[in-house]
């Protein structure tokens, strides 16, 4: 799925070419935009010249260069792997692949063709930092890091806890998410490469929740990165500890409480806040937090884009959100599913479980919930076949989400009704407003109001000049709503359910419909 890099200074000729990317750089400048690149050096490719080394024999120039270590062997004479990690694609399987070739296993936390590179050796992440240089000077302007949290491991390999006795593998992400050394060479990695070109930079960072932690990263007077990507709105519904491609209820108030968590805490602590809610390894948005349904899903991914546009720090929409786009129907089976999570989860469940079709209707289900894949389908341009996506007579790699005649960007593009914008209407001109206004939804203060309301998510932006009250409605039901006094609303300027201002009482009680949010301005 594009993780596993055979040669970070080429591109894959099914995409083009590098002459393309310096075309996209030079036609980006021109539009004063700027292209980051996903840089993933946690693990390579097992088909790159470095592992293909390494592999190559016990005594390669490059063998440390990866994690080697030789078998464990159980009390019948059984081989084993050096230790109980689950693979994180795959979780029934070994976090540790064997190479017959050598008589070793090497550490493969992903899947076994996404080898970890050892970056206590200075030669790896010398590297490395040509890379980064190579795409900087080449016009990049900055780099998301694919787990970045994950390059330092607690060397001496030990055995997870068991949270699950039902599997043999453990999540093991306790020995390597941010490591014993993580600080020290993302310092290094911004002395020697980053500080000396102009550059944004976001980690990608799962499994850490420490908000110290996190400051250690993203405070700028440690020099480490911009931000990070919290993950914690994305786990909502994981069981706790366990893997994710699990399920659990959740309710309004753990949105709220994050939010408020973090947003206080970046503007408190001086950090930087990523807003996201949606990208290529979680389902869509508006089937995850709200409701999907032909009724309401344009009112749900309306209120999420209202919700992420009056937050503070740097959004990040990924493709398809600014269209509503939905995961696909659960009339899909298992075998439409293309990712390798996805198909090692319905491997393991079939396996566990073979004749228990109750079980196996769930696993199925949390597919339809939660898979990757969701996120993954093509692009809906239009209502031409594949959605616009590729020629008639080309079949996609995936097939594209059966509501693609109705929920497109041709459609949301040319809609015209005076009364009603579309998804992609109402998040541009969301963002324009933030432009407009960003010393207070982007660098202003936030206060939650109605702290404790279980449908409710209302809060306060303000700057020394100017004050707004976003108020959300994250709910499928109808709920009356007595206005705060401390709220100061002065008048309503938008909402999720019409184009114009919304006709509500900026005092006493007022009615929120299904998923309805507002916006309006305040006193200070």
Known sequence: MGYDISDY???????????????????????????????????????????????????SSKRDWYFWKPPKYDKDG????????????????SAWTWDERTGEYYLSLFTAEQPDLNWENEDVREAVYDVLRFWLDRGASGFRMDVINMISKVLTFPDADIIDPDHKYQPGDKYYANGPRLHEYLKEMNSQVLSKYDTMTVGEMPFVRDEEEILKIVSEKEKELNMIFIFELVDI????????????????NEIKTMMNKWQRFMIDRDGWNSIFCENHDNPRAVSR?????????????????LMQTTLSGTIYVYQGQELG??????????????DIESINYWKKMNAMYPNDKEKLAFAHHVLQLKARDHSRTPVQWSSAPHGGFCKPDVE???RVNDDYQEVNAHVQRTQSDPDKLSVLQFWKRGLASRKEHKDVFVYGDFHLIDEHHPKIFAYKRTSEKEAFVVVLNFSKEEVKWTIPADAKIQTWVAGNYTAGNPDKAVEGEITLLPWEGLLG???L
């Open 396 to 398: 996609p790699w995936m």
């Open 237 to 252: 519904d994981n069981v706790p500890g366990s893997y994710r491609l699990t399920l659990r209820d959740w309710d309004a």
């Open 325 to 338: 786009m939905r995961n696909v129907p659960p009339s899909w089976p298992a075998e439409e599913y293309k």
């Open 289 to 305: 937090y709200c409701d999907d349904s032909d009724e309401y899903r344009e009112f749900g991914a309306k209120l999420l884009c």
């Open 521 to 523: 301005t305040a006193n």
């Open 9 to 59: 200074e080429d591109i894959d000729p099914l995409y083009g070419s590098l002459a393309d990317v310096d075309e996209l750089i030079a036609g980006l400048k021109k539009r004063d935009m700027k292209l980051m690149m996903d840089l993933v050096v946690n693990h390579t490719s097992d088909e790159h010249a470095w592992f293909l080394d390494s592999r190559s024999s016990k005594t």
């Open 78 to 93: 059984n081989r084993q792997p050096p230790n109980n990690w689950a693979m994180i694609l795959g979780e029934a399987n």
